[in-house]
């Protein structure tokens, strides 16, 4: 079936420093979204992406949907404490429903 | 507004009982969402409804698992009996497109199957 791939699994970063994470799959995705789950709760959307090279941001958030529709980026600039958190990324075909990667582990130190 | 309203946020139960868990959308969804967390597997979507109809129930593991919409504004997911294999956090999510990609999701219903 169709995976996405998130690299990295998990990271630390200091406070203020910027973070990359990216999603890979080997099947083309024409909708990637990005979306964070805090301790205890449930994932909350933060981007979505509906064309290839795309690139948006929110706030110190910037995602981009990958040229080849393989794969899709996000970067966190300038971080702080309430970073903290899982980060999953989903892609959807056609029709198809929703697959969700496997989420990067984000831990800040202060 | 009020997000998606799930209950119980806990429950401990012994392997054979029945599990019932509880999901409330977000007034004037029309899709409804069951997704399963585990540390191995990730976020696995069990089923999903459109205007209260079972669309997709592909992703339900075995016939001891049910769901049910009767009604727009609310939705159960039962186990029966239920396994400690079952032990996982539980999402309930709706979303207002039949595209599905802005998912709401409540905060899930942690269940521990002893």
């Known amino acids: 079936g169709q995976q996405l791939n998130q690299s990295p699994q998990s990271m630390f970063i200091q406070e203020g420093e910027d973070v990359s994470m990216n999603c890979t799959s080997s099947s083309i995705f024409n909708t990637w979204l990005w979306y964070k789950q805090d301790p205890g709760e449930g994932p909350v959307l933060l981007i979505a992406?509906?064309?290839?090279?795309e690139l948006t941001s929110n706030g110190r958030l910037t995602a981009q949907f990958g040229i080849t529709r393989k794969d899709s980026f996000l970067n966190i600039s300038a971080s702080i404490p309430s970073d903290v958190g899982i980060y999953f990324c989903a892609g959807r075909q056609y029709g198809n429903k929703l697959v969700f990667g496997a989420g990067t582990i984000l831990r800040v130190k202060s | 507004d009020a997000g998606v309203i799930q209950s119980p946020r806990h429950e401990v139960t012994e392997m054979g009982q029945e599990v019932t868990l509880r999901c409330k959308p977000i007034?004037?969804?029309?899709?409804l969402f069951w997704y399963r967390q585990t540390m191995m597997r990730g976020l696995e979507l069990l089923i999903y409804f459109n205007n209260n109809v079972p669309i997709d129930d592909s992703g339900m593991p075995e016939d001891r698992f049910s769901a049910k919409m009767p009604n727009a504004s609310f939705s159960t997911l039962k186990i029966q009996p239920s396994e400690p294999r079952d032990s996982a956090v539980y999402f309930c999510?709706?979303?207002?497109?039949?595209?599905?990609?802005?998912?709401?999701f409540g905060s899930g219903t942690q269940l521990s199957v002893l």
């Open positions: 007034s004037g969804h029309d899709y």
């Open positions: 999510a709706s979303s207002l497109f039949r595209t599905n990609e802005k998912l709401f």
């Open positions: 992406l509906y064309k290839a090279g």
